[in-house]
Each structure stands twice: as C-alpha cells, then as structure tokens.
C-alpha cells in the first residue's frame, strides 16, 4: 500500500464520497481517505491518474514529494485558504456595490451580483453542476440548485448572499479543521531527523533512518537523542517530555537508559543506540497516535450512515414544499423559495463535522500530557468509565520493598541485619540494606553464609552464628512472649516481617511493605471528581496488606489473594454492572487489561505497555489519569452537543417553512451559524490547556 499527502480536503462528506469512487476502481477496494490526516492510502496497483482524477473533481490533490516535503505541504494549505479569503473579501465589495447601484442602474447591479457569487463558490458550482450531470447529489449539487433557483426567480440579492456565506462557511470549516491538524502534526514534528555517529573517532551526521543498532552517536547540549539507547560517556539532565509528557528534567549517567525524541539540555552525552528509530518507542507511539485520528467512533460511524441519507431526504422534502401547497392554492414562485430555502438546510458538513475536530483534539491534548490513546473509540469509552480497577503494584504502590517499621531489642541489630544482607540482590535485602545505609552503620564481613531455601539466611559474624528470616528461620527458643506479641501485631498490620536473632534471642524485627505512592490518596480523590464512582483493587497479596493499601488510599473496595485468571473473573464480574477501566503494568496483568472495557497501562515507554493496553500512561506514577479521565468525558459532553446544535438548528430552519418563513438567508445561517459553533466549541478541547490539571 502507497500513502499520500493531501491538500484540499477541506470537507468530511466529500472525503467519504471520494473514498467511495476511489473503492470502485481496480484494486481500489482497500483505498482509504483520511480526513483527519489528511492522507490517501492506496494499493501499489491502482491507476494513479485514475485516482487523481477523482480528487481534482472535489479540489484535492495529491502533494507531490519534495525535499522541502513539510514546508511545500504547508504552503499550499496556507496558499488556499488566504485565496479563498481572498475572494470572499472582493464578492462582499461587489455585494455591497450592487446593493447601492441596483435602484438606478439594475443591469449593472445584476452583473454585480453574479461576479460576486462566482468569485466565492465557483468551487462548488463547478463542482456542483459536474454532479448534476452525473445525477450524484451532495451539498455542492444543492447549493448549486438553489443558487440556479434564486437566480431564475430573480432573487440576484439573497442568491448572492448565501454564495458568500457558504463561502465563509466553507473557509471557516477548513480552518477548524486545519487547526486541529496542525495540533497533531506539532506534536508528530517531535522525531528528530539526523544523528551524529561516530565512526573510527570521526562524527558524521546520517538520517534517522540510517540509524542502526550499536551506533555509537554524539548527543550535544540542545539536541535531540536520534533513539533509544544506553549511556556510555557523559553525564546530563534530559528532558522527555516527548515520551512522559513530564518537562522536570531527568538525571541521566553512565549505564542508564534515554529514549529517542528526548532532549540533552546540558553536556555532552555519548550513546549506544539499543533500537532502530522505527523500532523506538518514541516511533511506536507516534505511529499509534497518527493511526488513533482515524479510528472511528460508534458515534462518528453512526453520523456518517446518516449522512447518506440525510441529503437525499432533504432533496425529497424540498420537492414536496416547491409542489405540494401550490397545488392547494399556494403561490408556485413563494413555495419554489421555500423549497430553495430547505434544499440549503440539507448541508450535512455541521453535522459530519461535529465529532472529528474533538476527537483530534482530545488524542492531541493528552498525548502532550504523555497519555497515549490509540483511538477515538477509547477516548470515548473512557468518558463513559465510571469504575477503574487497579493492580496494587507498582501503580498505586511503588512496586518496591520499604522498611516502614523498626522493632530493636538489642543495639547490634541493624549491624548484624546489614552484614548478612550486604551481598544478597533479594528485594527484601535491598530494602534493609536501604535502611542500614541511612544509618550510616559499619558493617562485618561473615565469614560464613548458608541461605535456607524459602525462609532465610544463616550467618558466621565473628565466629557467632546469626538468623536474618522469616519467623521459620529463627531458632523457636530465641522467641520470647514479647517478641512473639509484636510479631503478630505487624503480621496484623500488613507488613511482611524480617526477624534478625542469634541462638539465644531476637535482636530486632523490620516490618517491610510495599510502599504506598504519596500521590495515591490524591489522585483517586481527584478521580472521583472527575466522575468515576467506584474505585476496586486487585491484587494477588493477603488480605491485612490490600486492606491497608485501600483504606490509605481510599478505594471503595478491594480484593486480595488473587491469582492472574481470578483478576480476569473479578474484572468480568465488574464489567456486569458497570463500564471498567483495568490499571495495570501491562506485563503480568495483560490477561485483566484486555478482558475489561478499558485497558491502561503504565510503562513509561515499555513495549509490552504500549502493545497491550487501549490507553498507556507513559509516566511511571498516575498523576495525569484524572486529567485525561476530564479531557475525555469533556470530549463525549461537546459531540452530544454539537449533534444536539447541528440538528437543533436545521430542524428549527425547516420548522419555519410550515408558516412560509424560511429565507434563503436564515438558511444558510442556520447551516454557517452550526458549522461555526460546532467548530469554535470543539476548539475548546485544545484552548483550556492551561486550565485543567
């Protein structure tokens, strides 16, 4: 498949009517026309010129490949609209002079008239009368009739003014739309485009796609990391907001991981490219989120099977006014008017585009908040979330052991606790050693170590033997009733505990747990702010532990001692009653990720988080859930209302044909006024950036 830049493509109906010649041709069956993107994807196979043709009869057509690709696309898009400005500018000045000359001199006013409605919709008349003569009947065929109709009823001054009102609607609509484009293509414009390799001690500058893994490339203050990779030489603070959404730079040293896209902000870093730029993840999200303009909604799929054949409707309606009353006794040239008036109302484009501008908005809006939603039809079903289940690790948690609680019968404990551990990767002994550190303690070297599989470690400190365990590995007779007492009450409270003894008795006890996240608490108030009603967690650890994880955080309930196929019962179970989003890693809760409604994942840029989930939240915290959990229910809230205004005002026009007072100017304004509305509220996703949080 071949894909195209298009310029032109200014009108959503016609884009679909494209699409649909297009499919008719030879192996044209897969061609798509993305109006969101403005992009043609076509088969290898199909005939070009064909395909051209078909776009030139609606004003598109394809951008021909340049080297200054980008800039070439832009003027031509910029180009058009200052044109059609242009001569909407010139046809009111023809107006208004035919307006002051039509009372002395009529012919030269007409002569006005006319030049002014050909100056701002010869477009759509060419385009009109094209389809007129090939019996295809869309919004260019009816302005075109109804204008043809004015004109032959001598109605110069009102035929006019709608071709210059249909022109600023036109003008204004591809303005939305271009508005909504560029918020995306800015945030596409973060891949960077060359890196600086080194070669035999040489720098040499190659295209990205050049780029292979193993190169080693220079990364200077200012620039952009061509891909991910590993540090090697240098130490600098990044900035990846391109990957987290997050600005607050990052520490970055030998032996640490940068992503492609982010941005060096001082020194000199030297980096050991570990993926292929397509293969990035920087690449990866871009690709999903160009691919996530053009998912289709059930809303927006809906629209355009009504479309079809709204049109056709109004076309039957207006014939029944135009022939229907005369018949009754009604005047035929006041009853053709109104049917001229109705043949306007019937411009569907309102009403088309009154979810595509949102949609493009909202995957904008949070994918510069580094929430990557692979659709508009996820962006939508979260608006509709009213219950989020969360794994407990490392999302509410920070998915790593912390001594929270130090019981100390003897001095020596920490010290002995800490010579035992100090060699051990186990996460519990990092948490001790942790805390050790902290302390700033000396430590001995064993000069033994025995590890008892499953319950702990054995250990020789100058020539005395010590336990560091769970209570299974303390010898039974070194328990007294005390010890025993505030072994239970930390079982009790949650915490796994690690007991420190010698033959005789314990030194001490740690009381170790999964560390809550400070933001938690906050954040899942801020949720149901934000509309969710309940908030459940899930998790595989014992009852005391998730009790505590959820009373600390205040969730509305909680699950514990659940293996990964229970999770998926429980989130099917839920699913029942409500609409659920499922939190998790993306890793180990994959199978609870795809079975709920929603699946997000947290990864901060991880493969598995970014193939598994609908939604990821390319942080490593929760923070920008509740944002995007508004940004999408304020998404759902402006498409119903665009709907209920794009209608509204049409059905209001057509009401006013019962008493024979639709205009051909109200009209056309029910249709601009929608179009404009629909367009400027839509906006607002992007404009209240700065407002929401």
Same mark, same amino acid.
């Given at each position: 498949?071949?894909?195209?830049?298009?310029?032109?493509? @200014?009108?959503?109906?016609?884009?679909?009517?494209?699409?649909?010649?297009?499919? %008719?041709?030879?192996?044209?069956?897969?061609?798509?026309?993305?109006?969101?993107?403005?992009?043609?994807?076509?088969?290898?196979?199909?005939?070009l010129e064909k395909v051209e043709k078909i776009l030139s009869s609606d004003g598109a057509s394809i951008v021909k490949e340049k080297?200054?690709?980008?800039?070439?696309?832009?003027?031509?898009?910029?180009?058009?609209?200052?044109?059609?400005?242009?001569?909407?500018?010139?046809?009111?000045?023809?107006?208004?002079?035919?307006?002051?000359?039509?009372?002395?001199?009529?012919?030269?006013?007409?002569?006005?008239?006319?030049?002014?409605?050909?100056?701002?919709?010869?477009?759509?008349?060419?385009?009109?009368?094209?389809?007129?003569?090939?019996?295809?009947?869309?919004?260019?065929?009816?302005?075109?009739?109804?204008?043809?109709?004015?004109?032959?009823?001598?109605?110069?001054?009102?035929?006019?003014?709608?071709?210059?009102?249909?022109?600023?609607?036109?003008?204004?609509?591809?303005?939305?739309?271009?508005?909504?484009?560029?918020?995306?293509?800015?945030?596409?414009?973060?891949?960077?485009?060359e890196a600086t390799v080194i070669v035999n001690g040489e720098e040499k500058v190659i295209p990205i796609a050049n780029l292979q893994?193993?190169?080693?490339?220079?990364?200077?203050?200012?620039?952009?990391?061509?891909?991910?990779?590993?540090?090697?030489?240098?130490?600098?603070?990044?900035?990846?907001?391109?990957?987290?959404?997050?600005?607050?730079?990052?520490?970055?040293?030998?032996?640490?991981?940068?992503?492609?896209?982010?941005?060096?902000?001082?020194?000199?870093?030297?980096?050991?490219?570990?993926?292929?730029?397509?293969?990035?993840?920087?690449? =990866?999200?871009?690709?999903?989120?160009?691919?996530?303009?053009?998912?289709?909604?059930?809303?927006?799929?809906?629209?355009?099977?009504?479309?079809?054949?709204?049109?056709?409707?109004?076309?039957?309606?207006?014939?029944?006014?135009?022939?229907?009353?005369?018949?009754?006794?009604?005047?035929?040239?006041?009853?053709?008017?109104?049917?001229?008036?109705?043949?306007?109302?019937?411009?569907?484009?309102?009403?088309?585009?009154?979810?595509?501008?949102?949609?493009?908005?909202?995957?904008?809006?949070?994918?510069?908040?580094?929430?990557?939603?692979?659709?508009?039809?996820?962006?939508?079903?979260?608006?509709?979330?009213?219950?989020?289940?969360?794994?407990?690790?490392?999302?509410?948690?920070?998915?790593?052991?912390?001594?929270?609680?130090?019981?100390?019968?003897?001095?020596?404990?920490?010290?002995?606790?800490?010579?035992?551990?100090?060699?051990?990767?186990?996460?519990?002994?990092?948490?001790?050693?942790?805390?050790?550190?902290?302390?700033?303690?000396?430590?001995?070297?064993?000069?033994?170590?025995?590890?008892?599989?499953?319950?702990?470690?054995?250990?020789?400190?100058?020539?005395?033997?010590?336990?560091?365990?769970?209570?299974?590995?303390?010898?039974?007779?070194?328990?007294?009733?005390?010890?025993?007492?505030?072994?239970?009450?930390?079982?009790?409270?949650?915490?796994?505990?690690?007991?420190?003894?010698?033959?005789? %008795?314990?030194?001490?006890?740690?009381?170790?747990?999964?560390?809550?996240?400070?933001?938690?608490?906050?954040?899942? =108030?801020?949720?149901?702010?934000?509309?969710?009603?309940?908030?459940?967690?899930?998790?595989?650890?014992?009852?005391?532990?998730?009790?505590? /994880?959820?009373?600390?955080?205040?969730?509305?309930?909680?699950?514990a001692n659940l293996l990964p196929e229970m999770k998926v019962e429980k989130v099917k179970e839920l699913t029942r009653s409500s %609409?659920?989003?499922?939190?998790?890693?993306?890793?180990?809760?994959?199978?609870?990720?795809?079975?709920?409604?929603?699946?997000?994942?947290?990864?901060?840029?991880?493969?598995?988080?970014?193939?598994?989930?609908?939604?990821?939240?390319?942080?490593?915290?929760?923070?920008?859930?509740? @944002?995007?959990?508004?940004?999408? =229910?304020?998404?759902?809230?402006?498409? =119903?209302?665009?709907?209920?205004?794009?209608?509204?005002?049409?059905?209001?026009?057509?009401?006013?044909?019962?008493?024979?007072?639709?205009?051909?100017?109200?009209?056309?304004?029910?249709?601009?006024?929608?179009?404009?509305? /629909?367009?400027?509220?839509?906006?607002?996703?992007?404009?209240?950036?700065?407002?929401?949080?």
């Amino acid at each position: 498949m071949a894909e195209y830049k298009l310029q032109g493509l @200014s009108c959503a109906n016609c884009a679909r009517e494209m699409e649909e010649e297009i499919q %008719k041709l030879d192996h044209g069956q897969d061609a798509k026309v993305l109006y969101n993107s403005s992009k043609l994807i076509i088969s290898d196979k199909i005939a070009l010129e064909k395909v051209e043709k078909i776009l030139s009869s609606d004003g598109a057509s394809i951008v021909k490949e340049k080297d200054d690709h980008e800039g070439h696309d832009h003027s031509h898009e910029h180009s058009h609209g200052k044109r059609l400005l242009l001569f909407i500018g010139f046809s009111v000045l023809l107006y208004v002079a035919a307006m002051l000359t039509e009372k002395s001199v009529e012919g030269i006013a007409i002569a006005l008239y006319i030049a002014g409605a050909a100056l701002s919709g010869y477009t759509t008349f060419i385009k009109g009368l094209k389809n007129l003569f090939k019996f295809k009947f869309n919004i260019d065929t009816l302005m075109t009739i109804a204008l043809i109709g004015a004109f032959g009823i001598g109605e110069w001054k009102e035929g006019t003014l709608v071709a210059i009102l249909f022109g600023i609607n036109e003008y204004l609509e591809g303005l939305g739309m271009e508005k909504a484009r560029k918020s995306m293509e800015t945030l596409l414009k973060v891949a960077p485009k060359e890196a600086t390799v080194i070669v035999n001690g040489e720098e040499k500058v190659i295209p990205i796609a050049n780029l292979q893994v193993n190169d080693i490339v220079l990364v200077k203050s200012g620039e952009k990391i061509p891909s991910d990779g590993t540090v090697i030489d240098g130490k600098s603070s990044v900035n990846e907001a391109a990957i987290t959404g997050e600005s607050m730079p990052v520490d970055k040293s030998i032996g640490e991981h940068v992503y492609g896209g982010s941005i060096n902000n001082e020194g000199v870093l030297k980096v050991s490219i570990t993926k292929a730029y397509e293969d990035s993840s920087l690449a =990866k999200i871009l690709h999903l989120v160009e691919e996530a303009q053009e998912t289709k909604t059930p809303t927006e799929q809906f629209i355009n099977r009504f479309a079809k054949y709204y049109t056709p409707l109004i076309m039957v309606i207006a014939i029944i006014v135009m022939i229907v009353p005369p018949l009754f006794g009604g005047d035929w040239g006041s009853w053709f008017y109104q049917g001229l008036a109705v043949l306007i109302v019937g411009c569907p484009c309102a009403l088309i585009i009154s979810s595509p501008i949102a949609i493009i908005s909202g995957i904008a809006r949070n994918a510069r908040n580094g929430i990557l939603v692979k659709g508009g039809v996820f962006l939508e079903q979260l608006g509709k979330t009213d219950t989020i289940a969360f794994d407990k690790t490392g999302t509410l948690t920070k998915g790593e052991p912390h001594v929270s609680k130090v019981l100390m019968y003897e001095k020596n404990f920490l010290q002995i606790a800490g010579s035992i551990e100090k060699s051990s990767s186990h996460p519990l002994a990092k948490a001790v050693m942790r805390k050790v550190e902290d302390e700033s303690i000396p430590l001995y070297e064993p000069s033994a170590i025995e590890t008892i599989t499953g319950v702990g470690i054995k250990a020789t400190i100058n020539e005395e033997d010590f336990w560091l365990g769970n209570e299974s590995s303390i010898p039974f007779q070194a328990f007294s009733d005390n010890v025993k007492a505030d072994l239970n009450s930390l079982k009790n409270e949650g915490y796994t505990v690690v007991a420190v003894s010698n033959k005789s %008795k314990v030194l001490g006890l740690l009381g170790i747990e999964d560390e809550i996240r400070t933001e938690s608490k906050e954040i899942v =108030k801020q949720l149901y702010k934000a509309g969710i009603k309940h908030t459940v967690m899930l998790t595989g650890d014992h009852e005391k532990t998730a009790e505590k /994880v959820a009373k600390s955080t205040g969730l509305t309930n909680y699950f514990a001692n659940l293996l990964p196929e229970m999770k998926v019962e429980k989130v099917k179970e839920l699913t029942r009653s409500s %609409k659920v989003a499922m939190v998790g890693d993306g890793i180990n809760d994959a199978p609870a990720l795809a079975t709920a409604d929603l699946g997000i994942a947290m990864g901060k840029g991880t493969d598995s988080a970014i193939e598994t989930a609908d939604i990821v939240l390319m942080q490593d915290h929760l923070g920008k859930l509740p @944002s995007a959990i508004k940004i999408s =229910k304020r998404v759902n809230a402006i498409i =119903k209302l665009n709907i209920s205004l794009a209608l509204g005002l049409k059905i209001i026009a057509l009401l006013l044909t019962i008493p024979g007072l639709l205009t051909l100017w109200i009209a056309i304004l029910s249709d601009m006024g929608a179009t404009i509305l /629909v367009t400027l509220i839509s906006l607002t996703v992007l404009l209240e950036k700065r407002t929401l949080k």
